[in-house]
C-alpha cells in the first residue's frame, strides 16, 4: 500500500464549478500535511498547510480527520488558471522528509 | 532574484556516462533536499543535508553521491548513468528539518539517459 494515496483523476470541470480531492496516508504517526500543486513541467510550490481545525485560504478549503488519516482539498468557483496537479503531502519525521502522493490532476474548461 | 536554483535545465546523455546537477539556493536555510521524480509523477525523496551534513539517505543506489561544500549549495553526482536514472530532479530547501517548515523546489533537471 503506497504511504500516501490520491486519486490521479483527470478531474475535467466546467469554470465556476466546485471540485474536491482526496487523499488517505497510511502512516498514523503522520505531524504534518500539505497540499502542493505543480503545473505542467514545473516545480512543485506549495499552496497551503493542512490542520485538524480545517483551514481556508480564499476560494480553497483545506481539512483534515486524523481518526480516518484522511485529507481533503476543495476549490470553489473554479478559474481555468486552477488547472494543475496538486499533490497530498505528509510528514511524519522531523527530518523534513516529504512524503508525496502520485497527484490529482485537475483540467478546468471554460 | 531565483530563490533555488539548480543546472543544467536538460541533461542528455549516454549510458555509462557519470554527471552532476548543480543546486543553490540564495534564501539563507539550513536544510536542502534532492528529490526525483519519475515518469509516473512520483516525488520521492534522496537525499537531505542540514548545515551541510547528511540526515536523510534514502534507499538510493550508491552511484548517487550527494555533496554540500556549503549549506546554500548542494550538489548531485551521478556515476555509470542508466536508462532508469531518467527522471527530473528538483532541489529543495527549507529552513530547517522541522516537518512543518515549507520547502521551495527548484526549477528541476530533466535528465534523459540514452
Known amino acids: 500500500r503506497k504511504e500516501v494515496e490520491q486519486d490521479p483523476g483527470p478531474f475535467n470541470v466546467p469554470e465556476g464549478a466546485t471540485v474536491a480531492f482526496n487523499c488517505t496516508y497510511s502512516?498514523?504517526?503522520?505531524?504534518?500535511f500539505f497540499w502542493y500543486r505543480q503545473d505542467c513541467r514545473k516545480e512543485p510550490k506549495l499552496l497551503m498547510s493542512?490542520?485538524?481545525s480545517g483551514n481556508e485560504d480564499g476560494r480553497f478549503t483545506a481539512q483534515l480527520n486524523r481518526a480516518s488519516q484522511y485529507i481533503s482539498l476543495l476549490i470553489r468557483d473554479s478559474k481555468l488558471s486552477d488547472s494543475a496537479t496538486y499533490l497530498c503531502?505528509?510528514?511524519?519525521?522531523?527530518?523534513?522528509?516529504?512524503?508525496f502522493g502520485q497527484g490529482t490532476t485537475l483540467q478546468v474548461k471554460p | 532574484d531565483t530563490a533555488v536554483s539548480q543546472t543544467p535545465k536538460y541533461l542528455v546523455t549516454q549510458m555509462g556516462n557519470d554527471k552532476s546537477i548543480k543546486c543553490e539556493q540564495n534564501?539563507?536555510?539550513?536544510?536542502m533536499y534532492w528529490y526525483k521524480q519519475d515518469s509516473k509523477k512520483f516525488l520521492k525523496i534522496m537525499f537531505s543535508?542540514?548545515?551541510?551534513?547528511?540526515?536523510i539517505n534514502e534507499t538510493v543506489p550508491n552511484r548517487f553521491s550527494p555533496k554540500s561544500p556549503d549549506k546554500a549549495h548542494l550538489n548531485l553526482h551521478i556515476n555509470s548513468l542508466e536508462l532508469g536514472d531518467s527522471a527530473v530532479y528538483f532541489c529543495?530547501?527549507?529552513?530547517?528539518?522541522?516537518?512543518?517548515?515549507?520547502?521551495?523546489f527548484g526549477p528541476g533537471t530533466r535528465l534523459t539517459v540514452t
Open positions: 529543495a530547501s527549507s529552513s530547517g528539518t522541522l516537518s512543518s517548515y515549507e520547502q521551495y
Open positions: 543535508y542540514n548545515n551541510k551534513e547528511l540526515i
Open positions: 502512516n498514523s504517526a503522520s505531524q504534518s
Open positions: 534564501l539563507g536555510h539550513d536544510t
Open positions: 493542512v490542520y485538524s
Open positions: 503531502v505528509v510528514s511524519s519525521s522531523n527530518t523534513g522528509k516529504l512524503i
